[in-house]
């Protein structure tokens, strides 16, 4: 009778244990607002990976949307050289103006740099580096909360987040 009353309280012990760390931290993200904790009764009821996103994942968004702003102001400074050009007092001001549109679209067919698209232009070049590398992973959450709002009534509710590669932090939820 002591042998299956150990094995139950053992069973019991394990069963009411969470598997998943990522309880803890969804609990500590979903019941903290600033510096204020609100216990919300907070209760894990299904965690379903959704899959990572990698490097590659991105650039096949990244890159034709690049591409098309970039395509977008070199057409915008190409406009511009031809309105001067066919100004009918072509001056030494017009020149210059002419060369600065033309330095401009140089940049913009290189590295893009002292331009607006710099950051995105790096920002590609290092997820091409390595294009396997996972960004983040994407998992379908649904749980419990008593929600003080409304009297403690109990919802359910369902988000994805976007964990850290490793799983430890929420990068962010995907409304």
Known sequence: MKKFTLIIFVVALFSSCSNDPREQIISDYEQTSGDTKTDLSLN?????????VNAIDSLKILVPNFEAKK????NFLMERIEEDKKS???????EMTIKIWEDGIKKYESDCKGTFL???YNRIKRLESDTSKILYNKVKVTYSIKNPFLNNVKQEL????????????ILGVIE
């Open 71 to 74: 395509r977008e102001h070199i």
């Open 118 to 120: 710099e950051e995105d």
């Open 44 to 52: 894990v009821l299904e965690i379903i990976e959704l899959g990572s």
């Open 88 to 94: 009918p007092a072509i001056s030494s001001t017009n």
């Open 158 to 169: 369902t988000k994805v987040y976007m964990f850290t590669p490793d799983n430890k932090i």
